[in-house]
């Protein structure tokens, strides 16, 4: 996948994991993708394109460092999650590295499924 990152490019990327699914527990926005019932993707098209993650806390924190303009913590998550989500600016990021972030939260959503589904997945 080369060229711009556009919300229809994050989409098809979120699609192409195993079992993952496309949701809309909060209204018609954000766009989740899922996988067996975990979030791991929350996208809002708009032209300052952005997605939601869910990483380790150290994970975050390394992202957030050394990527200050396009990485902050998910702006709509209770203090408690914040550790664990952050907000992604797409257009501020290269592709490598987002996609990088977003295999990270699908394999943090997996990783939070009982032993049995994970080895299924």
Known sequence: MGGIVTSEKLQKLCEEKFGAYIDFPFGD????YKVKGKIFAE???AEDLKITVSLNADDNDFFRNS???AVARGYHCPASLQPYWSTVS???LSEHILFEI???SYKRAVSKLPVKVQKSI
Do not use: E, F, G, R
């Not at 926005?29 to 989740?32: D, Q, T, V």
């Open 102 to 104: 977003i295999d990270l």
């Open 43 to 45: 996208i809002y098209p």
């Open 29 to 32: 926005l954000p766009i989740c």
């Open 67 to 69: 990527y200050p303009d």
């Open 90 to 92: 797409v257009n501020k």
